[in-house]
């Protein structure tokens, strides 16, 4: 839909502005107006590139994400794991899952950011991450009647939720790394 004329770099700007407003004020409180006048936009020029609130912030969300997971192929699950995790430092990751925390509850009351998420988003990421584990099959370290195959997303971001609210701590490499040696290596029999 978008008929970029934004360079690169004003695009980026506005992806960044986007996401800082959204730690600031969570995603009901975001608004156009908020985001034109933080990126001294025009709202029509918003909602000429990105037709509306749920797009922006969904293509926000995706914009400089790392390499897909499709990319990754070190040879074993584990070191395919230990990648993706690479793929962000403790801050953005800190970051990150404050974000997501804060649009867990703004997807519940609101199917435009949802579906926009789910399309822009999700779709493609549990794409790259379903070659990962369909590639560990075919190396044979997992079963392919293996249940915890397709629960595998669901252990990673119940790490991401849980771990701030039981231990009142973000969610770090080390923590992550001893989660799927811990949980989810285990539970795919590796």
Known sequence: MARSRLTPERESELYEAVLDLLREVGYDALTMDAVAA?????????????????????????????????????????????????????????????????????????PDLLQALRELLIAPEMTGFDEVLERAVERGEIRADNPALKLVPHMLIGAFVARPLIEDQPVDHEFLSNYVDAVVLPSLGI
């Not at 029509?44 to 390499?67: C, D, F, I, M």
């Not at 192929?73 to 995790?85: N, V």
């Open 38 to 110: 933080r990126t001294h936009s025009s709202k029509a020029t918003l909602y000429r590139q990105w037709g509306s609130k749920p797009e922006l912030v969904a293509k926000a969300l995706r914009h400089n994400k790392p390499v897909g997971f499709a990319e990754i192929d070190t040879g074993t699950l584990r070191g395919d794991f230990q990648a993706m995790l690479e793929q962000t430092d403790d801050c953005q990751m800190e970051k990150d899952s404050a974000l997501m925390r804060g649009l867990a509850h703004a997807v519940h009351t609101n």
